[in-house]
């Protein structure tokens, strides 16, 4: 069973960044996702990539911003987050995905990591 273990939230300043790290345990997968929630609102798609391709997508609202890449022989996610918004505070979850890539549907969930950005 694949176990996804988050890490890399903490306090930033508005235009401060912020890497997150997934590591994932268990069997192999082909694509992985980031997401997050915050404070009132649904939790919402972030960024994907393909495990074998190293095909990324991303949400609109992070672009230019945030790259998300992988380390296969670390079976490690990460998610590098820069010019970082207030309104970006939230929970962030890392998800391996059903399908190959984006837009495949979420199956195994992280605990999540708290990201609070300070205006």
């Known amino acids: 069973q694949v176990q996804l273990v988050e890490s890399g939230g903490g306090l930033v300043q508005a235009g401060g960044s912020l890497r997150l790290s997934c590591a994932a345990s268990g069997r192999t997968f082909s694509s992985m996702a980031w997401f997050r929630q915050v404070p009132g609102k649904d939790r919402e798609f972030v960024a994907a990539i393909t495990w074998s391709g190293g095909i990324t997508n991303y949400a609109d609202s992070v672009k230019g911003r945030f790259t998300i890449s992988r380390v296969s022989a670390k079976n490690t996610v990460y998610l590098q987050m820069n010019s970082l918004l207030p309104e970006e505070t939230g929970v962030y979850y890392c998800?391996?995905?059903?399908?190959?890539?984006?837009?495949?549907?979420?199956?195994?969930w992280g605990q999540g990591t708290q990201v609070t950005v300070s205006s």
């Open positions: 998800a391996v995905l059903n399908g190959d890539g984006w837009p495949s549907s979420p199956k195994i």
